[in-house]
């Protein structure tokens, strides 16, 4: 069984920047996709980006391209989300998502707890 654990949510004006973590544990961390999903009040959860295994590919949400980016660190079991750029529409819950022996994260098979991030105006 994975074990995800966000980090680094909290209050930010309209502008700034954050960045999430989220630590793994429970699974050789080389073998999951890794990636973020949020869900803002009232509205269903979606997909905000996604990487692969070795890190070298990734994918966004056309909402967030150019302003947020994924990395990992296969050596600290982690991954980030940079946000930069936050707009008061990105204020939601963001969870972290892993699936096993997969590059994709389209079937999310663990879920963190969540993190939540607000923007002000």
């Known amino acids: 069984q994975v074990q995800l654990v966000e980090s680094g949510g909290g209050l930010v004006q309209a502008g700034g920047s954050l960045r999430l973590s989220c630590a793994a544990s429970?699974?050789?961390?080389?073998?999951?996709?890794m990636g973020w999903f949020r869900q803002a009040p009232g509205k269903e959860r979606k997909f905000v980006a996604a990487?692969?295994?070795?890190?070298?590919?990734?994918r966004y949400a056309d909402s967030v391209k150019g302003r947020f980016t994924i990395s990992r660190d296969n050596a600290k079991d982690t991954v980030y989300l940079q946000m930069n750029g936050l707009k008061p529409e990105d204020t939601a819950v963001y969870y972290c998502?892993?699936?096993?022996?997969?590059?994709?994260?389209?079937?999310?098979?663990?879920w963190g707890q969540g993190t939540q991030v607000t923007v002000s105006l």
């Open positions: 990487i692969n295994r070795s890190g070298v590919g990734t």
């Open positions: 429970g699974r050789t961390f080389s073998s999951l996709a």
């Open positions: 998502a892993a699936e096993d022996y997969s590059d994709y994260l389209y079937q999310p098979d663990y």
